[in-house]
């Protein structure tokens, strides 16, 4: 579909070909710690998890009743079983069932070691310490016992290393007595923006000309939402040497370098210049609209450049589509976008010869995705919900288009 | 479509009856409280969020080049413009551009009073201090600039009441100097959970009889994913006053209580009988498969109890799909599950007079969604990803089902 790109320090280069460009890359992932059960959401697990025994343990009673051996099924018809004990769940002895007996045993209850079914208590009627079938009950084989092991046995991997940790996981993990978990760190990120024009909130400026910065708080709420820790770090000056330090000192401290901003023709190869002298330059500008201006620079000890667009609609998304395929190699997981098909409730007219990405409005008529793309500039970045389409030809109106939804852009995995 | 229920302490009603008459319910939003920006995502806004200013606050350059009146575009060709100063981004003070004039203006700067074209430095050269226009080189009149309030305009209502904030939201938050956001306080869930074979992650038994619990981790990753503030209690003692206390003690301090386990058939008539003298009991028993048990009880001061099976699919389940509904009404979100239709890759024989709801895998096939549907037990909480198809009768192999993504379960909107 794509012409494979061989060399390194491409530029101008095809969506399809930045996105073949970073899954071909050797990247190393990072390091492990180890996390409370807790604080495990979200994290992805260094290693694989295995049953430490088997679930149930032991045979279990499913339900409240009567566990009996279903060889006296005739006795508990006609002449009763009689009651020899109860069994509550949670017992700390092991009990047996005699000829003639049965056992009074609870939800989640130990089976006696050879009762082999369970008479529920709505099947049964009680009479001078015995129990009888009532009419028109029948007593199956094995019924209402969860087996050992039915659910799975010992040793068996639960969870695979890469696994990214739900709150739905956290049940099988403390089933499982999984109290520390041992998950890759959390990436680090730094945000340095820049721009003579942009103040930090809080700030006051002497003049009205000025606008408050927004791509680095956006930039780490989303690096948040990646499961990064972000610090934040301005303003880039406009002196080579500054710059040069401010980065350099990021990279020390961090995987993940982003500038933002600082972008404008001659100051842009001045960044450019530098970050390129700080490691090996992967891709510098990338046919997509918003977004083209975006370098990707790896650096030694698996430190990693990104030197975006000033705009922040075009810093957004650019981090999203290709930052976040790195932070998903430093974690060991697959590089991955997901495609949504969805029907188009507008017509699109292609207006660039790059790959477009259109903000556009997420419906579900009847189950199915549908959408109306927004007509934005890329300096507007309100209203970010929803999906971005994939623009690269003419679309009618209901035709089906690619989409990624925002909400996935927003996820590791 | 479904009978409409019109009293409360309604029994074994059924999915869409439960729904309705949650929908249905009055319930009071809870109280507001101020978060800083960096902690606001995930939260709901409690107050529409109006533009200070209008965006861009004023006419501003959108590339690199030379501000100019569109009157003098002739004068650009044939002698060319004087170049009179340069106009920085932020610069603190108003310029003016004279006949015969230009001034050197950069991306983000604010244009000069008079200019209302920008020539980018691509299209022109220059030659001892005067610009002149590049052959095939053409001139737009208001080319390159942004216009004031282009974007929105000054008190605009940019965000709604009720908007989750996502990360995207972020810039535009900060864009607008948002820096302490109004937001619904988070709704405080406390987890009670019983079962005498049960013991908590750490802790040691005597005997091998027993399982480390699950339940109320699970249901408080799950209620932290939605937002909530989670205090775990455990164990219900086996003694009515205690277990009246300590559900009491809970709903002092807390929005949403939980109970789980405990409810085989006598205890679980016990608790019933707690919890439906302690407020008015809205449903008791769903036909839904797992979690037929839930009851759900609505107490004076706005105070919620979910009284949930001890099975952790079950509970898990239920609460995932009423729960979180009640959670919407508390932060005054409109409640809804998303619905997706998705192809099924194997037929479905429904076994059950309950609306089944069947873990399954889920797959793109060229962006459409497919599911296969797994043979689960309620006990088995392995391998919670994907969906839960929705089923209501037997569906043929290919066939288009409703499903709910786990994902958008543990999302509050």
Request: net charge positive; proline share 2%.
């Amino acid at each position: 579909m794509s012409k494979k790109i061989i060399g390194k320090n491409v530029k101008n280069i095809s969506f399809q070909q930045a996105l073949d460009l970073i899954k071909s890359l050797e990247i190393e992932s990072v390091g492990k710690e180890k996390v409370f059960i807790n604080k495990s959401v979200g994290r992805i697990l260094s290693n694989d998890i295995h049953s430490k025994e088997s679930s149930p343990k032991f045979d279990t009673s499913n339900m409240d009743g009567y566990a009996l051996n279903y060889d006296d099924l005739e006795i508990l018809k006609k002449d009763g079983l009689i009651i020899d004990s109860i069994n509550k769940a949670g017992n700390t002895y092991n009990c047996t069932i005699k000829k003639g007996f049965c056992i009074k045993t609870f939800t989640g209850s130990k089976m006696p070691q050879n009762a082999d079914s369970l008479a529920i208590v709505e099947q049964v009627e009680v009479k001078e310490n015995r129990i009888f079938l009532k009419k028109n009950e029948n007593i199956e084989k094995n019924q209402h016992i969860r087996k050992k092991g039915e659910n799975y046995t010992k040793d068996l991997p639960l969870f695979k290393k890469g696994k990214l940790i739900t709150p739905l996981d956290i049940g099988l993990l403390a089933q499982n007595s999984n109290v520390m978990i041992e998950v890759f760190r959390k990436i680090r990120v730094r945000i340095l923006s820049s721009g003579d024009e942009i103040i930090e909130l809080g700030e006051r400026s002497e003049s009205e000309n000025f606008i408050y910065s927004s791509n680095n708080h956006i930039l780490s709420a989303i690096a948040k939402s990646l499961g990064c820790e972000v610090s934040l770090y301005g303003i880039l000056k406009d002196d080579k040497e500054v710059i040069k330090n401010e980065i350099q000192n990021a990279l020390n401290d961090n995987d993940i370098v982003i500038t933002t901003g600082g972008m404008s023709k001659g100051d842009f190869d001045f960044t450019k210049e530098i970050v390129g002298n700080l490691g090996e330059s992967i891709f510098s500008g990338v046919k997509i609209k918003p977004g083209k201006v975006i370098s990707y620079i790896k650096c030694k000890n698996n430190k990693h450049i990104f030197a975006l667009p000033g705009n922040p609609l075009s810093s957004v998304i650019s981090f999203m589509l290709f930052g976040r395929l790195i932070i998903q190699k430093l974690l060991s997981l697959e590089p991955n976008i997901t495609f949504y098909k969805a029907k188009l409730l507008n017509p699109i007219v292609k207006k660039d010869i790059r790959t477009e990405f259109i903000t556009s409005k997420v419906f579900l008529e009847n189950g199915i995705f549908a959408i109306e793309p927004q007509s934005k500039s890329s300096y507007m970045i309100d209203n970010l919900n929803g999906a971005l389409a994939v623009v690269d030809r003419d679309f009618e109106i209901n035709e089906l288009i690619d989409i990624i939804l925002f909400d996935d852009l927003l996820k590791i995995n």
